[in-house]
């Protein structure tokens, strides 16, 4: 597509549920970002693949987090056990390359009552 | 560990009034610099961006941007802003061995008509 598509775009759902979030990258794009930004603070970096390499996993706050990408596709967020404090807006972004000309998507807002 | 900050939070102008928003970084090496706009109801896009050469880089709508390397800033500019200027501005950084985009915690553009 011509943008970077996120699913769904706001989800609410009960403390101790899991919940799967979806990021559709831009065609072509070999990186892939998830960032997460709770209220009034910035984005905090979550993971990033890199086509077929091993990802930086380096942000995921907790074990309750994982991700998987296919290849150069779709990518899914996956928060088991939710908490409260994981409510915030999930963003994902892609690039065509490692050099950090993102196109964002427009997120996905979780709230975790 | 690279951090970006940005010391205003929320910053009221009038139209046609000069802006100057801060961002400074902790790292010591080569670093690429960003600034992302989000726009109400819009995605995060990028404004301009710093890799090398010329330390004054100018993005779309006429802002600008300043590397200062002994002062680790790169403060974004404006000369005269317009209303619809109003936005969140956030500065990020990456090293140029990182595979990731450090992001500051956004400014709050408002603009008065």
């Known amino acids: 597509g011509a943008g970077v598509s996120q699913s769904p775009s706001n989800k609410v759902t009960e403390k101790g549920k899991d919940v799967e979030l979806r990021c559709d990258p831009i065609s072509g794009h070999t990186a892939l970002y998830w960032y997460r930004q709770r209220l009034g603070q910035g984005l905090e970096f979550l993971i990033y693949f890199q086509g077929n390499s091993a990802p930086d996993k380096s942000g995921l706050p907790s074990d309750r987090f994982s991700a998987e990408r296919t290849g150069e596709s779709v990518s899914t967020l996956t928060i088991q056990r939710t908490q409260q404090e994981d409510s915030a807006v999930y963003l994902c972004?892609?690039?065509?390359?490692?050099?950090?000309?993102?196109?964002f998507g427009s997120g996905t807002r979780l709230t975790v009552v | 560990a690279q951090s970006v900050s940005q010391h205003n939070h929320h910053v009221i102008l009038s139209e046609a009034a000069s802006l100057e928003l801060g961002c400074n970084y902790s790292?010591?090496?080569?670093?690429?610099l960003f600034w992302y706009v989000q726009y109400p109801g819009q995605h995060l896009q990028l404004l301009l961006k710093?890799?090398?050469?010329?330390?004054l880089v100018k993005g779309i709508k006429g802002f600008e941007a300043e590397f200062i390397k002994s002062k680790f800033s790169f403060n974004l500019r404006k000369p005269s802003v317009q209303w619809s200027d109003t936005a969140e501005y956030f500065c990020?950084?990456?090293?140029?061995?990182?595979?990731?985009?450090?992001f500051g915690s956004g400014t709050r553009l408002s603009i008065r008509p």
């Open positions: 990020a950084v990456r090293s140029s061995s990182a595979s990731k985009i450090i």
């Open positions: 972004a892609s690039s065509p390359d490692r050099e950090g000309l993102y196109t």
């Open positions: 790292y010591g090496g080569t670093v690429n």
């Open positions: 710093y890799f090398s050469g010329d330390p």
